[in-house]
């Protein structure tokens, strides 16, 4: 089962997707590539731009939101996905897409990045991976390599990196996907297969920094290596080498076991090479699923229109009056 959208009688192009604020991008940023994926896949699955939320932290990526027509939100440093999950909590019809930074996710919210895998919240999470905090002069993120100096860093970075691949399986989320910002097709491609996803779908895209990072590169991902005595292409595709991460049946302890392990042997794969895909996709009930069952009015009602009393008995759900009393002088 999948969450996918209804979609538009006349669905709208990708450019008319797009606002007519002017981007504060530097040239050649990555962020152009996942912002115009963002617009292309919502465009692609004839999603409602109204029925659409954007929710973004801050840093560069924070500027998402004002750069596609839909709904969206400018939040606080870290606190995109805590915004993001009370909108799908108040009005779970919405398509909530969350939008950060590798030092937004996976550094100051972090916190929340491994509470939303556990609850399985219904949305997609796209973080944009540079590996630096380019807003504020290009200090080392939580996924640049220990010892990695780029051009903005006085010494080599002296601390670990976090995997964010093996970060989002331990949590609990059951899409987990990587692509590249300047891979437009696949890009889009995995975008809507994240939307479709019902649960907690996260999709690292890697992309260039060409302001403070001049290790990776647009080259550098351009770039052919040897594998075997044969050059061939940095980055590439993990269904074209005979892998599939996606679970066929959640039931079997044994298949999950071994798609997890698999998962995890990828992410850590130590080569020169940059693999793009599907890591790990698994279906089990979502935290609105597991609240319908827990609160059967929500089968009725969404939060937001939940009526203040009992339709059956007209009595009030919640007594005031202890509250107002507080506040009597």
Not at 19 to 25: A, F, L, P, T, V
Not at 200 to 227: G, R, W
């Amino acid at each position: 089962m999948v969450s996918s959208p209804t979609p538009l009688k006349t669905p709208l192009k990708g450019s008319q997707l797009k606002s007519d604020i002017h981007s504060e991008w530097c040239p050649g940023c990555g962020d152009f590539g996942i912002t115009n994926s963002i617009q292309q896949a919502i465009a692609g699955l004839g999603m409602k731009p109204w029925e659409t939320f954007i929710v973004s932290g801050v840093g560069c990526s924070g500027k998402v939101p004002h750069y596609i027509h839909t709904y969206g939100m400018h939040t606080l440093h870290g606190r995109s996905l805590a915004f993001a999950q009370g909108a799908k909590l108040a009005n779970p019809n919405l398509h909530i897409i969350a939008a950060g930074g590798d030092g937004d996710g996976y550094g100051i919210g972090a916190g929340h990045f491994v509470h939303a895998g556990r609850r399985n919240m219904d949305m997609t999470y796209v973080v944009f991976n540079n590996e630096v905090y380019g807003l504020t002069k290009g200090q080392a993120s939580p996924t640049l390599a220990q010892g990695a100096q780029p051009k903005s860093l006085a010494l080599p970075n002296p601390t670990t990196a976090i995997n964010p691949v093996t970060l989002a399986l331990a949590c609990g989320y059951t899409f987990i996907a990587r692509s590249y910002a300047f891979d437009a097709k696949h890009l889009k491609e995995t975008i809507m297969k994240a939307i479709q996803h019902k649960g907690m779908a996260l999709i690292d895209v890697l992309q260039p920094c060409p302001t403070y990072n001049n290790i990776h590169t647009k080259d550098y991902f351009a770039e052919m290596v040897d594998v075997g005595g044969s050059q061939v292409p940095r980055v590439y595709y993990l269904e074209n080498e005979g892998y599939d991460g996606v679970v066929k049946n959640p039931n079997d302890i044994n298949e999950v076991n071994a798609k997890q392990a698999q998962c995890f042997e990828q992410a850590h794969k130590v080569e020169d090479r940059v693999a793009l895909g599907v890591y790990y996709q698994i279906e089990r009930p979502t935290f609105q699923d597991i609240l319908k069952k827990n609160i059967p009015l929500l089968n009725e009602f969404t939060p937001v229109e939940l009526p203040y009393y009992d339709p059956q008995t007209m009595i009030a759900n919640t007594d005031l009056s202890k509250a107002a009393a507080d506040f009597t002088i």
